[in-house]
């Protein structure tokens, strides 16, 4: 027995066509899109960094990496600590100081936005679609609010941690 009855619309999976599939995808992937947009607009009014010892610590170590390929911090080698720095590493190639910060805070929003995908997967294991979208929407909107825009590895480990929850229960 299981807690949702069929409904005479849902097909098996073996027939579901690509489609289908991407005919259900769409009101997750709109509401990525829509919260990118949210954060990125509200990223926007964060244009200098103030948790001092996170940010400028990751920022020195990426620009070490960007520029010699060797994490360093004041020119001394410091030891791996976290994937999150060779991910920012590329945007402070950019010659501009505050083009690169704003690179990296629009990549840190777009990233901890795709916490909804692995959110959605693993929700809609146990809910309905709504459901699932309704938890999947509500778990990017909280966090996304407070660490999207500061360089720190949070952004990239929210949706590694949700991929991994989905990857566990699949």
Known sequence: MTAAAPTATSLPAAERTWADRLTNAVPVVVAFLWLCVLYGWQTRGHVTPWLFTDELKYTQIARSIAETGQAA????????????????????????????????????????????????LLARMVVSRPWALFA???????????????????????????LAFFLIAK
């Not at 994937?83 to 505050?98: E, G």
């Open 73 to 120: 911090e004041r020119h001394h080698s410091v030891a791996f600590d976290t994937l999150y720095t060779y991910f920012i590493a590329p945007f402070w190639r950019i010659d501009d100081v505050h083009t690169a910060y704003s690179a990296i805070k629009y990549f840190n929003v777009i990233v901890m936005t795709s916490a909804i995908f692995p959110t959605y």
């Open 136 to 162: 999947a929407v509500g778990a990017v909107a909280g966090p996304a609010l407070a660490y999207a825009s500061f360089i720190i590895e949070e952004p990239l480990a929210y949706p590694a941690c949700a």
